[in-house]
Every structure is written in structure tokens, then in C-alpha cells.
């Protein structure tokens, strides 16, 4: 429908600072004659700083260690100061900015009394709201023409508040009617990333990291033409680099092995991202925002050629160790229980495996939603729990990397499927 447009999303290291916005106005400089939309995280480490402000305030008043409205005002100065660099003292950003912090303060000065994800959504949102609000009045700042887009009214969620599911013909609908009328007055649409709206008008958010389905749920609903990733490292790399010291850029992968790898906790994207553009065939740049001209990595349907290996590596990783009170056999029955409280309390099983008296799972650890899951399971089982942990994956396998990552680590729990080794293991040191 409209094979021009591009979807190009900013994370938040991206815009972390004024010099950070500025490189980005360079970036899209070079595009100021196509349509593009931008999607934008929350500036640097906001949505981190915002989940401490809803700790503060969803904490019992005995128990009260900081006070939101300290930290809020943090928030609220690192934004005013990279105001202030940007456009000088006096600019019609600071009242729109003011206008969104507001909302924070008028919930914070009440008691709480909703549910803990439902206020979550409503206070960490506003990192991308401010972000998105500044960055759109700098392109104009430095002529480039560009609206702002309220991503809440068009990326429609059901209610499930920090895990938003997606309303896929709504989302459609929306998108396709407010923003190729949008782009037909400017250049640029710049809207947030993580957020959408439910049908009464709440915010939602879809999980951290989650700008980056954002932007493919739009390149999805408007068959963009090509959907672009800019961040802090070259494209995507063979491993972490903060954890090892040789890693290497793959310059194609397929959607298959992005899929994989994200699946396995590749943090280089979002693993919602990938399925919307594979199936509408987009093609996904991964780019560095400090070296927006070199090609990166991009994602198309290629037929899989041969990968390095590649290592992801989790940590904070918990073991459940899960058996009956009688010792009896963990049987189907038993697991058809077990499976439905890991749905209910949203914790995604990383491994697993069942034997004769005690099914074993990994998991992350996620501290509310885990102690409530594990209250629930000590009513009809036994358990043990080993916390502290890492899983580490390796894609593309083979006996020498095996051997040098499990050197001098217990391996608790080990699995070999259809080329990936995936193991869960004990001490391991910070760097390699
Ligand atoms: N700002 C959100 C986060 O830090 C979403 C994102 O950056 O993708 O998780």
C-alpha cells in the first residue's frame, strides 16, 4: 500500500544526551524527502528510573526507602537540562514537556489504589512520551518537518497491563487511517515505542525493550518498505560484547535464525519483532547509530548459510526443582497444573525437563510474579530452588566453543537440540 515508507526506531541510548539527539538530526537529515516514521524509546536509562519511582510508590508506607517524588524530579531535570541545550531557555517544548510529567505527579499524590502493572503502564509510559515530544520538536528546531503521533491511538492492546497483547485489525485500521494522512502534510512521523491504548483509553506497555515490535507492528501495518534498528553496536554481533572480547558482526541473517536467537534472549531485538516483518517480507537494517553509513546487518528471507556460533547468555536464571509430597510420579496431570500457573502468572519456562519423581524448570527471575507462583506451587508440591544462575545458549554448536564456556562452571542442567546447546550453569565469573 505504501512501499515508500520507512520505519526507523531509536533506542534509548540513541538519544541519551542533547549530543545524542543532535547525531540523530544528522541521521534523518539524509532522509528529509522520504516518509518516514520514527519510533523512539524513552531518553537513556528513564524506563529504569521510572520503575523505581512506581516501587517507591506502590510501597507500603512502613517500608518506603526512597521517595517518587525525588526521583521524579531527577528524571525531570537530566529532561530539562537536555532541553535547555537543545533549544535554549525558552521554547514551547518545556510546556509540553510539563503537560507530561504532570501526569506522573497527579497519580503519585495520592494513594495507591490499582493493581501494580495497571499503575506501572500509567507512570512508565511518559518516558517515551517525553522523548517522542522532544525529539519531534528538534527535527522541527532544525527544519526538518515532522508531526507527532500519540502511539496509544493507534497500537490497540487488550488489558493485560505490562504485557499488552496486540489488537492486529484494530492496530491496522488506525494506523493505515491517521498516518499516511500524517505523512501526506510532513516528512517524518515521530511516535513512541513500547506503548499502545486499550479500548477504554489506558496505556499499556509491551514489555520492556519493546520499541522495537512497536516498530514493526507499524512497518507491518503500513507494508513498509524496509524497517531500520540503529544502535549502540555495529549490527548483530556472534555474542555480548560486554561479555566476550572476540565477537563478529554477521552481516545477512535469515528471519529463522534472528527468531532463534532472540527466542533464546539475544538482546540485540526484541523477539516479538522479527514475525510481523517476516511476514510481509520487510527486510530489518540493524545499524549503529554511530556509524549510521556502514551496512550493519540485515535481516531478509535468505536461505540459512552457514553461522558461526552464537552465544547468548541470560543471567539471573532460577531452577525449580518441582515433586509431588508423596513422591510419587510427576505424571501428565500434575504438569497440565504446573504449565497453567506459569500462564497465569506470566513466567515463560526457559527449559525443562521431567523425570521419574521431579519436573525441572529454568526461568528468569522476576521477583513479585515468581514468589506469588512459587506460594501457589508449595500448596501440593515439594520444592527446591536454585537461584544465581545463568543459562547460556550456543547456536551453532560445536566441541570447542562447548568446552571453553563451561570451563570451570557447574553444569546443572543440559540440553542438545537440533544445533543449539543450551546449559544452565553455576559461578561463573563476570568476564571472559
Ligand atoms: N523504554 C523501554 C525500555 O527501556 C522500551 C524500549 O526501550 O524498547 O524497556
Not at 512506581?54 to 521524579?72: G, I, R
Not at 515521530?190 to 512497518?219: H, K, M, P, W, Y
Amino acid at each position: 500500500m505504501n512501499p515508500s515508507i520507512k520505519v526507523f526506531k531509536f533506542g534509548g541510548a540513541s538519544i541519551q544526551d542533547a549530543a545524542a539527539f543532535q547525531n540523530v538530526g544528522n541521521i534523518l537529515k539524509k532522509y528529509q524527502n522520504d516518509p518516514l516514521v520514527i519510533v523512539v524509546s524513552a531518553m537513556g536509562k528513564t524506563t529504569n528510573a521510572l520503575e523505581r519511582i512506581v516501587k517507591a510508590y506502590m510501597s507500603e508506607q512502613e517500608h518506603k526507602k526512597d521517595d517518587p517524588f525525588k526521583l521524579l524530579e531527577e528524571v525531570k531535570q537530566h529532561h530539562y537540562l537536555v532541553t535547555s541545550i537543545l533549544f535554549g531557555e525558552d521554547h514551547p517544548v518545556y510546556a509540553l514537556l510539563n503537560d507530561t510529567f504532570v501526569e506522573i505527579e497527579w497519580i503519585i499524590e495520592d494513594e495507591p489504589q490499582d493493581e501494580y502493572d495497571y499503575i506501572y503502564d500509567q507512570l512508565v509510559s511518559i518516558g517515551e512520551m517525553a522523548a517522542s515530544r522532544l525529539l519531534t520538536a528538534y527535527l522541527n528546531h532544525i527544519k526538518l518537518s515532522a508531526s507527532w503521533l500519540d502511539a496509544r491511538d493507534v497500537i490497540r492492546t487488550d488489558d493485560t497491563f505490562r504485557e499488552g497483547r496486540v489488537d492486529w485489525d484494530m492496530t491496522t485500521k488506525q494506523s493505515q487511517q491517521k498516518i499516511p494522512a500524517l505523512l501526506s502534510k510532513t516528512n517524518f512521523v515521530v511516535t513512541q515505542g513500547f506503548i499502545g491504548g486499550t479500548q477504554e483509553n489506558f496505556t499499556t506497555t509491551l514489555g520492556r525493550e519493546g520499541s522495537d515490535f512497536s516498530a514493526a507492528i507499524l512497518a507491518y501495518t503500513l507494508d513498509a518498505d524496509s524497517m531500520h534498528i540503529y544502535k549502540d553496536v555495529q549490527g548483530v554481533l556472534t555474542g555480548d560484547p560486554r561479555l566476550f572480547k572476540e565477537v563478529q558482526k554477521m552481516d545477512r541473517l535469515s528471519y529463522r535464525e534472528a527468531i532463534e536467537m532472540t527466542y533464546y534472549g539475544a538482546k540485540v531485538i526484541h523477539p516479538k519483532t522479527i514475525k510481523p516483518l517476516e511476514n510481509k517480507n520487510i527486510p530489518l537494517h540493524v545499524k549503529s547509530f554511530l556509524q549510521p553509513d556502514e551496512p550493519g546487518t540485515v535481516i531478509t528471507k535468505i536461505v540459512d548459510v552457514d553461522y558461526p556460533p552464537v552465544v547468548v547468555v541470560e543471567p539471573n536464571q532460577v531452577l525449580l526443582h518441582i515433586s509431588t509430597r508423596d513422591f510419587s510420579f510427576v505424571t501428565e496431570r500434575h504438569l497440565g497444573y504446573l504449565f497453567q500457573q506459569f500462564d497465569k502468572n506470566r513466567i515463560k519456562i526457559n527449559m525443562m525437563q521431567n523425570m521419574a519423581i521431579s519436573f525441572t524448570v529454568c526461568v528468569t527471575e522476576r521477583s513479585e510474579r515468581l514468589a506469588k507462583l512459587l506460594a501457589e506451587l508449595e500448596i501440593d508440591f515439594k520444592l527446591v530452588v536454585e537461584r544465581g544462575l545463568e543459562l547460556i545458549t550456543i547456536r551453532h554448536y560445536d566441541d570447542k566453543i562447548v568446552k571453553s564456556l563451561s570451563e570451570g562452571k557447574v553444569i546443572l542442567f543440559e540440553e542438545y537440540i537440533r544445533g543449539t546447546m543450551s546449559m544452565v550453569v553455576k559461578n561463573m565469573s563476570q568476564t571472559r
